[in-house]
């Protein structure tokens, strides 16, 4: 790490509560949140509330929701912005009375015509800096009656510049930079500047976050230097697209962290796939959380903006499902199964089961799907059952119908009651098995017979089974 003076990592999350968690917001979190643990500093939680228009304490309970789901659990906080109105005030005063902040008293309507005539001169749209106390500059008579705003008296010369951890060296000229409004006629601080007093304050390291905010950080960094606090390391890390190279919205899938459980997702998936989306460890494509802890470092984050691929999650999702027990893939498919209305009271054990369904499935919804017939006798498939109950497979079906009642109930006696019956009858294996798979599940694709067999139940297998 570069800051050989820090003693202690800190990082924060900053949402702002305006909607659930967005999936690309979950991963700036957790990128902000393993390089805190990696460290052993410490990660932060600050709502972002000043909006109130468009915050609601839904929002705020949807974002720790999707937090807690992640794992992302935070050490300081959750701050709420709205709460610490005093201390941005008595910062605003302090920048006043330093001279890093001034009062202006521009109206809006002067406003829109010094925008006319900057763009009629082919000029930026800029404030012009009337109010700006200079040496030996007058400054208009103050009009009565009006609230003026305060500006940040930003550097009239000179450069911003930071290397970002990301991004790389990033320069702004001083001079693209206007003075922008710290508090509105009514004293309320703006968004831009709270910031700056909150990273501050909360001493904040590294500010690890979305790289929609770049054009905010040379401001930022002018007001915290006026402020005089340390400056932490940037990473702006890139936006998440959809597979056709689009911004991330619903039309690509779920947006929503919240909507992944729901869908049947695992969480060390979600977290593995967000924690591969932009950042990489050698040619590692699975690891836990804790070597993803280990591991996790801002120099492996690719500047490119990332490519959301729900196939590639879809993959990994199974081969988390694959390396789970039966026990555990139960306990978590079983709410589906309940959700589905399926009665699971006398039926086969949900472990068994997801145990049976596993190398097929890809997602709880999906395994749940496929579980169906576990729960529910289908209804015959005489369409399918037409095709595939051949006349010479009738009477071995029939034989092995009563052959299956003296079977000690286990797979491998039931697998070798049903070779026997296709020796017996001189048939093919599948001649059997496809009509049975119909009987027994109403579909053609399924796991192994004689594990259904086992699972299902003698008597329901012989209920099922009407030949
Ligand atoms: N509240 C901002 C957002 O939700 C984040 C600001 C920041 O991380 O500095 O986009």
Same mark, same amino acid.
């Given at each position: 790490m570069e800051t050989a003076a820090v003693t202690e990592v800190r990082t924060r999350f900053a949402p702002s509560p305006t909607g659930f968690l967005h999936i690309g917001g979950g991963r700036t979190a957790? @990128?902000?949140?393993? @390089?805190?643990?990696?460290?052993? =500093?410490? @990660?932060?939680?600050?709502?972002?509330?000043?909006? #109130?228009? *468009?915050?609601?304490?839904?929002?705020?309970?949807?974002?720790?929701?999707?937090?807690?789901?992640?794992?992302?659990?935070?050490d300081e906080g959750p701050f709420f912005q709205m709460q610490r109105m005093d201390r941005y005030k008595q910062s605003i005063q302090f920048m006043l009375t330093a001279g890093t902040a001034y009062y202006c008293y521009t109206t809006s309507e002067e406003l829109d015509a010094m925008r006319e005539a900057q763009r009629?001169?082919?000029?930026?749209?800029?404030?012009? =800096?009337?109010? *700006?106390p200079e040496r030996g500059k007058p400054l208009p008579a103050i009009p009565a009656g009006q609230s003026p705003v305060v500006r940040f008296r930003?550097?009239?010369?000179?450069?911003?510049?930071?290397?970002?951890?990301?991004?790389?060296?990033?320069?702004? &000229?001083?001079?693209?930079?206007d003075d922008f409004i710290i508090a509105r006629a009514d004293g309320t601080p703006t968004y831009n500047f709270c910031v700056c007093v909150d990273d501050w304050d909360m001493r904040i390291t590294h500010v690890i976050r979305g790289d929609d905010h770049v054009n905010n950080t040379p401001r930022q960094i002018n007001v915290l230097k006026a402020l005089g606090a340390d400056l932490p390391v940037y990473a702006h890390v890139s936006m998440i697209l959809g597979?056709? =190279?689009?911004?991330? &919205?619903?039309?690509?899938?779920?947006?929503? #962290?919240?909507?992944?459980?729901?869908?049947g997702y695992l969480r060390d998936a979600v977290v593995n796939y967000l924690a591969r989306l932009g950042w990489s460890h050698d040619d590692d494509e699975i690891f836990t959380m804790a070597q993803f802890c280990e591991w996790f470092d801002l120099?492996?984050?690719?500047?490119?903006?990332?490519?959301?691929?729900?196939?590639?999650?879809?993959?990994?999702?199974?081969d988390y499902i694959k390396r789970k027990s039966g026990a555990e893939l139960g306990?978590?498919?079983? !709410?589906?199964l309940i959700n589905a209305n399926l009665d699971l009271s006398h039926k086969p054990d949900v472990a068994k089961v997801a145990e049976l369904l596993k190398e097929r499935c890809a997602t709880l919804v999906e395994m749940a799907e496929a579980a169906h017939y576990f729960y529910h006798r289908p209804a015959t498939n005489q369409e399918?059952?037409?095709?595939?109950?051949?006349? &010479?497979?009738? !009477?071995?079906?029939a034989e092995l119908k009563s052959a299956l009642k003296a079977t000690n109930w286990a797979k491998a006696d039931i697998g070798a009651v049903v070779k026997a019956q296709v020796a017996k009858h001189g048939l093919k294996m599948p001649q059997i098995m496809m009509p049975l798979r119909v009987l027994l599940t109403g579909q053609t694709q399924t796991p192994a017979i004689?594990?259904?067999?086992?699972?299902?139940?003698?008597?329901?297998?012989?209920?099922? @089974?009407?030949?």
């Open positions: 957790l @990128f902000a949140w393993a @390089f805190a643990r990696r460290y052993k =500093g410490k @990660f932060i939680l600050r709502i972002e509330d000043t909006d #109130v228009e *468009r915050s609601t304490p839904e929002a705020v309970e949807a974002i720790l929701d999707g937090m807690k789901w992640l794992g992302l659990d935070h009629a001169a082919n000029e930026k749209p800029r404030y012009d =800096g009337r109010w *700006r930003n550097p009239e010369s000179g450069i911003v510049a930071w290397n970002d951890k990301v991004k790389g060296r990033i320069e702004i &000229s001083n001079e693209e930079l597979d056709d =190279g689009q911004k991330l &919205s619903k039309r690509h899938g779920a947006v929503s #962290v919240m909507q992944y459980p729901a869908d120099d492996h984050i690719t500047p490119s903006a990332a490519q959301f691929n729900t196939e590639k999650l879809k993959w990994l999702n199974h306990h978590m498919l079983q !709410p589906f399918l059952l037409a095709q595939y109950l051949t006349e &010479s497979a009738k !009477p071995a079906l004689d594990a259904i067999m086992e699972t299902l139940g003698l008597d329901e297998t012989l209920a099922r @089974f009407h030949v």
